[in-house]
Nanobody, 128 residues
Framework: QVQLVESGGASVQAGGSLTLSCAAS??????????WGWFHQAPGKEREGVAR????????YYGDSAKGRFTISRDIAKNRVYLQMNNLKPEDTGMYYC???????????????????WGQGTQVTVSS
């Protein structure tokens, strides 16, 4: 069972940057089969995919709102996944959730079913 804990959420001004971190513990997927994702849930809205690091870690996929502004990466040695967020906008406000999966590979950054484990989320607030 993989446990995920997010951190790094904060309140920032529009145009600012944040780096979210997701620490994994418990059972860990192999570097070739494990995939990771970040999801965003704005107030009153459904959870939506932001970024995905596919099996093997060589391919990253992003939602339209994240392209050019966010970067997903991982540190295998530290068993952490990161989401670097630049040029933040008020619409980026909400909870950010880390997800991990070991059964499916592919480019569908929005598919929640591809993941087996979820963190509790970290809050990001962007003011204009």
């Amino acid at each position: 069972q993989v446990q995920l804990v997010e951190s790094g959420g904060a309140s920032v001004q529009a145009g600012g940057s944040l780096t979210l971190s997701c620490a994994a513990s418990g059972y860990t997927y192999s570097s070739s089969s494990g995939s990771w994702g970040w999801f965003h849930q704005a107030p009153g809205k459904e959870r939506e995919g932001v970024a995905r690091l596919d099996c093997g870690g060589s391919m990253a996929y992003y939602g339209d709102s994240a392209k050019g502004r966010f970067t997903i990466s991982r540190d295998i040695a530290k068993n952490r996944v990161y989401l670097q967020m630049n040029n933040l906008k008020p619409e980026d406000t909400g909870m950010y959730y880390c997800a991990a999966g070991g059964r499916y590979c592919g480019a569908n950054y929005a598919a929640r079913w591809m993941y087996d484990a979820w963190g509790q989320g970290t809050q990001v607030t962007v003011s204009s």
